[in-house]
């Protein structure tokens, strides 16, 4: 008798590697792994940000002011990826001020001494074929109902359509309500630069919907392997998919076909303009 197979390790970020096999197989399945590109500065920023926020939930209470928050991110800094010291100060500063602007904002909703549920918090939940996990920013209780929280601090601005078809965000209040044995079907992005938020409230059939989709990437993915391990060409069975953002890719000068339709860039490209900047 055939022994079950194992349930396959499923995070966010694992299953969105897979919107390119190649990039899939260089980040998961390539021993010794290839050499990445180097650091981008946007997650430089995006570190810190969420580092600063992490660790100001976790003072005692009468430490939590916006200017600590501002601190914080000062303090986790770092300055890979950026074009020098001058650049990577001015948005050291920005940030800051994002945090400082957002904790501001914040303070009514905490007004009742209420703590959120979690913080950068590991929630994980199974079905027949998948052992799903990932670690939520932050996760919120509101009227009785859990709220999956993401802070985002990339130069789009977001709409409820971004926080609907997020499946990270869908996988998270899954997972949490497993794990935390609370209904949750609300998902917000937090976005630091405008202090916007997205929201959207899931249905069961919507959460349902996105953990299809992960279990049928989950089944791509579970195929692709075996087949490679049956001594197929990595090349074909994970093949690349080129495109346009190919140019964002750790892995952009060992692909061929995602260099010639792409441009390299900047490592701080994705940075946008500072407040004042002319393009």
């Not at 197989?25 to 926020?53: E, K």
Request: aromatic share 6%.
């Amino acid at each position: 008798m055939a022994l079950p197979r194992r349930l396959f390790a499923a995070t966010p970020s694992k299953l969105a590697a897979f919107d390119c096999p190649r990039r899939y197989r260089m980040t998961y399945l390539d021993r010794p792994a290839p050499p990445r590109g180097g650091p981008w500065a946007h997650n430089s920023v995006g570190a810190a940000v969420h580092v600063a926020l992490a660790r100001w939930r976790r003072l005692e209470v009468e430490h939590r002011t916006p200017e600590v928050g501002a601190s914080l991110v000062r303090r986790h800094w770092q300055s890979d990826g950026f074009a020098g010291a001058d650049q990577s100060e001015a948005w050291r500063e920005l940030a800051a001020e994002w945090v400082r602007a957002y904790l501001v904002d914040e303070a009514g909703r905490w007004a009742d001494g209420a703590e959120p549920r979690g913080v950068e918090r590991t929630v994980a939940t199974r079905t027949s074929t998948l052992a799903i996990s990932g670690r939520a920013d932050r996760i919120d209780e509101r009227d009785g109902e859990l709220v999956i929280v993401d802070y985002k601090t990339g130069r789009s601005k977001l709409d409820s359509g971004d926080a609907r078809g997020s499946m990270a965000l869908a996988l998270y209040a899954i997972a949490a309500e497993r794990t935390l044995r609370q209904r949750c079907r609300r998902v917000e992005l937090h976005h630091l630069p405008t202090g916007e938020v997205a929201a959207f409230d899931h249905t069961d059939e919507s959460l349902d919907q996105h953990l299809g989709r992960a279990g049928e990437t989950a089944l791509d993915i579970i195929v692709a392997t075996d087949t490679l391990a049956a001594g197929a060409d990595a090349d074909e069975v994970f093949a690349p998919h080129p495109g346009s953002s190919c140019g964002w890719c750790d892995f952009r000068r060992l692909c061929p076909e995602g260099s010639a339709v792409s441009q390299s860039r900047n490592s701080w490209a994705g940075l946008g303009e500072l407040p004042g900047e002319r393009g």
